[in-house]
């Protein structure tokens, strides 16, 4: 009976995770290269193919946003902003033009490397916020957390009690208002090193005071760790004091 | 919550992403695959198996399928009736046999040249009858007795009759007339033997020993070296060719024996011959069933290759919402292939298990036959293989689908 019990703990799940955290631990200190740069150099969508001049400030534009600054990205429906942050973000590359991190096109990375550049470098909010209806919130969470190890539960549950949702940490997504799914996606996208975290209209749904509150999580920890922001917006910016604003 | 609450919950990457990914897992394609799969595999290690433990019928040296020797006559026509002697082999036929690249050695057997008078008796009844000696060198016999020799000054003729004798004796006349049925041993015993031998104008009545039963002769055998005696002191002296032959072959399945007989006219004793087609007969079957076990294990492999396609559809947002989120398309195929391999080895345990259930079930027909059961080794590679295989397509594919979902369309 005893050797079957180390037989099913051996099996279980729970032994796993810890070799992967082991390997993430050192896969953590391994990179200490900084993403210094992402450059676009006459990116167009390919929806957009043909058109001379679109009166962007990014489109068919040599941009580069470099790591420490703060970039707001203001545009209007349908002008291609989530399809930019798909393209940085590698799962979309139906574009022309180059994009580039500190000047290697990111069309030469390997699988492995935007692994890296997902965990490591870049944090992303998308404006679909992408997150899964049939988990927790503090599951959500920890789907992202659980590969970086990047934020303790109390530091998880100190950002949820900031943006008011700790009582909802039990609760299905699914059950979530959409403003508190924001702040859930929010919170999520900030469990990880990065160089650069980019905001897809991140307070689309939130009051005035949670805006505040979600400028002040987003500018203090992009300042820990020296990243840069890039954040878009229809309208509804997110309270951060930019050093340069984008017309898409 | 509590933090403590917070900590003892499984937050774990795997878990997570099982938790997220079992949904939609079809649990009633999942177990028609198990079954098919199962069905397939027994099938298939079962008729290994079942080989495996046959085979020593063919190999053994004492089994009833033994047919590495053959006897053979020439065939008896109307013209060698009536002409004589043509029915024994020549010197120059021996040699061609013995030159055949199939052929180990020839035996001759030789027979009595004077007549033979036996008296049977069991337990005081006796029979009187006429009746016939063979031999044949030693080394084709399938008897060994330390009584199985002649010595002139103590005479005692120890012969060795055909088991089927005996089992003629054991299933036909024994159980019609309410007899017991009886042992070697028993027989060996209870039987007593007295020849009479006359000719040459001489007389003699000898004891006889019954020391063993032959399977593969199917005559009355008596030692070489009595034979060459009586036919000198009670036969017409005369030399003979032997009229049968003994013939040890490499590999009596070889399709020039037959054809070597028919076209020199010599026919092959009882039906050995036929036996011999016997291993060819059991290989046939058994490679339709191993064909039919595998088609069924294919097809459960397309059961499950279609659930999993079917699954990963179903998750693809899912899937592509992981890979946003950072997780490697290995980690995130890790936990479907997880699936496959912990199904495909519980299918290949229960189907080990089935398989020596059913074993255990024909194996003591087979040890009534003398038969031990050979090893399950080659059974148990095959079951790896053939999990390996179907576990090794689902894992490419799932692999490969997953790959796709790297890029996602607008």
Known sequence: MRGNRYFCKLLSPQLFPLVEQFHRRINNHLSINKMNTITLHNTLPAVFAGREDTGSEIWLRDVTFERGKKYLISAESGTGKSSLCSYIYGYRIDYSGTFAFDGRDIKQLSVAEWCKVRTHHIAYLAQEMRLFPELTAMENIMLKNSITNFKTHEEIVAMMERLGIVEKVDSPVAKLSIGQQQRVAIIRTLCQPCDFIMLDEPVSHLDETNNRIVAEMVTSEAMRQGAGIISTSVGNNVKINVDKEFKL | ?410
């Open chain 2, 1 to 410: 919550m509590s933090k403590k609450d917070i900590n003892n919950t499984d937050y774990s990457s795997r878990g997570l992403m099982w938790k997220l990914l079992r949904k939609h897992i079809s649990k009633s394609q999942l177990i028609g695959f198990s079954l098919a799969s199962l069905v397939g595999l027994t099938i298939v290690i079962l008729a290994v198996q079942f080989h495996q433990d046959v085979k020593p019928l063919f190999k053994d040296e004492d089994s009833f399928l033994r047919k590495d020797y053959i006897i053979i006559t020439r065939e008896v026509s109307t013209a060698s009736t009536v002409l004589q002697g043509s029915n024994e082999f020549s010197t120059s036929d021996i040699e061609d046999i013995e030159a055949q690249p199939w052929c180990r050695q020839v035996g001759k057997f030789s027979s009595n040249d004077y007549s033979v008078e036996a008296i049977i008796s069991v337990s005081g009844q006796g029979m009187r009858t006429m009746m016939f000696f063979e031999s044949l060198p030693d080394e084709f016999l399938d008897v060994t007795d330390k009584n199985w020799k002649f010595d002139p000054n103590n005479p005692k003729i120890p012969v060795i009759i055909s088991r089927d004798y005996l089992t003629l004796y054991n299933f036909g006349f024994a159980p019609s007339q309410g007899l017991p049925q009886a042992s070697e041993l028993a027989v060996s015993k209870a039987v007593n033997l007295q020849f009479t031998l006359r000719g040459n104008g001489e007389i003699q009545t000898f004891e006889g020993t019954l020391v063993g039963f032959s399977s593969r002769l199917n005559t009355i055998v008596v030692p070489e070296d009595f034979m060459k005696w009586s036919n000198e002191k009670f036969g017409n002296s005369a030399e003979r060719n032997p009229s049968r032959l003994i013939v040890e072959v490499n590999s009596p399945g070889d399709e020039r024996i037959g054809k070597y007989f028919s076209e020199h006219g010599y026919q092959v004793a009882g039906d050995k011959m036929n036996q011999s087609k016997a291993q060819g007969f059991l290989n046939i079957i058994v490679s339709i069933v191993i064909i039919v076990g595998v088609i069924i294990s294919v097809l459960a492999f397309f059961i499950l290759m279609l659930s999993i396609y079917l699954l990963l559809q179903k998750n693809t947002k899912k899937l592509q919402d992981l890979l946003v989120l950072g997780y490697s398309p290995d980690q995130v195929s890790r936990t479907y292939i997880n699936m496959v391999i912990y199904i495909n080895c519980a299918v290949m345990v229960v189907s080990v298990i089935l398989m020596l259930l059913m074993r255990a079930y024909y194996l003591p027909m087979l040890n009534a036959m003398d038969v031990k059961g050979g090893s399950i080794i080659i059974a148990l590679i095959v079951a790896v293989i053939i999990m390996s295989l179907i576990s090794l397509g689902n894992i490419l594919a799932i692999k490969r689908k997953i790959k796709d979902l790297w890029i996602q369309s607008s």
